[in-house]
C-alpha cells in the first residue's frame, strides 16, 4: 500500500506523516507499506522544518535526507491512498487524478470512517464515507511559525491518528497492479528508537 501524504508547503505535517509511516513499516515488517508526501504550495528543495524534524525524531522516525515536493498528478496516480490534512487540500489533490476521489481523504477523516465503521481496505472506507456524519473538525492545523510545543501537539495528533490506521489497513490491502515502482524505506528494521514503539502498543483501532 502506497499512501501519499499532502500537506501546503510540504515542510511540516505531510512531512511528519510520511516518516512516521515509514517508521511504522519498519517496526512492523510491512515491506509492501511505503509512502511519500508533497505539498500543493510546496516550498520546492527546502528541508523538514527544524521543529518539525524535531518533532519526527520524536515519534521514532527520520527526519534526514528529504526536500520539499509539489503535488503532481503522477503522484495521485500512484498512490494507493491519498492522505491530505485538510478537507480543502483533499478536495485539491481528488480533482488532480481521474478516479482519484475514491482514494482520497483527510486523515482523520480516515481514521474516524475506519473507527466508526470497522473498515480494513481503502474501498471499505470509501463505501463508509456517506453513511457516516461529519463529526468535529477533521482538519489539521498547519503549526508553521508556532511554539515547540505547538508542533508536538500537531505530531501527536498525526500519529494518533495514522499509527492505528495504517496497522488496519497496511496488512489487507495490496499495491494496485498498475502502480508505479514504489519509494523505498529509509528507515532500517531494528532502527526505530523506543518511543515510537511505546506509542504503537497503545494504539489500537477495533
Same mark, same amino acid.
Given at each position: 500500500m502506497h499512501v501519499l501524504f499532502v500537506c501546503n508547503g510540504n515542510v511540516c505535517r505531510s512531512v511528519i506523516a510520511e516518516r512516521l509511516t515509514r517508521a511504522v513499516a519498519a517496526e512492523h515488517n510491512l515491506t509492501g507499506l511505503t509512502a511519500e508526501s508533497a505539498g500543493t504550495r510546496a516550498l520546492v528543495g527546502f528541508p523538514v522544518e527544524p521543529l518539525a524534524a524535531q518533532t519526527i525524531a520524536g515519534l521514532g522516525g527520520d527526519p534526514e535526507g528529504f526536500k520539499a515536493r509539489k503535488l503532481k498528478p503522477e503522484m495521485i496516480d500512484r498512490a494507493d491512498l491519498i492522505l491530505a490534512m485538510t478537507d480543502r487540500i483533499r478536495d485539491q489533490a481528488a480533482a488532480m487524478g481521474f478516479g482519484a476521489a475514491p482514494r482520497t481523504f483527510t486523515l482523520l477523516e480516515a481514521y474516524r470512517i %475506519?473507527?466508526?465503521?470497522? +473498515?480494513?481496505?481503502? %474501498?471499505?472506507?470509501?463505501? +463508509?464515507r456517506d453513511d457516516l456524519s461529519l463529526v468535529g473538525n477533521e482538519n489539521i492545523s498547519d503549526p508553521v511559525g508556532l511554539s515547540e510545543a505547538a508542533f508536538c501537539e500537531v505530531g501527536d495528533r498525526i500519529a494518533e491518528a495514522l499509527v492505528p490506521l495504517l496497522l488496519a489497513l497496511a496488512p489487507h490491502e495490496q499495491a494496485r497492479p498498475d502502480a508505479d515502482e514504489r519509494p523505498g524505506l529509509v528507515v532500517q528494521p531494528g532502527a526505530v528508537p523506543a518511543p515510537l514503539a511505546s506509542f504503537l502498543a497503545a494504539q489500537r483501532i477495533r
Open positions: %475506519a473507527w466508526v465503521s470497522g +473498515a480494513r481496505t481503502i %474501498a471499505d472506507l470509501d463505501r +463508509a
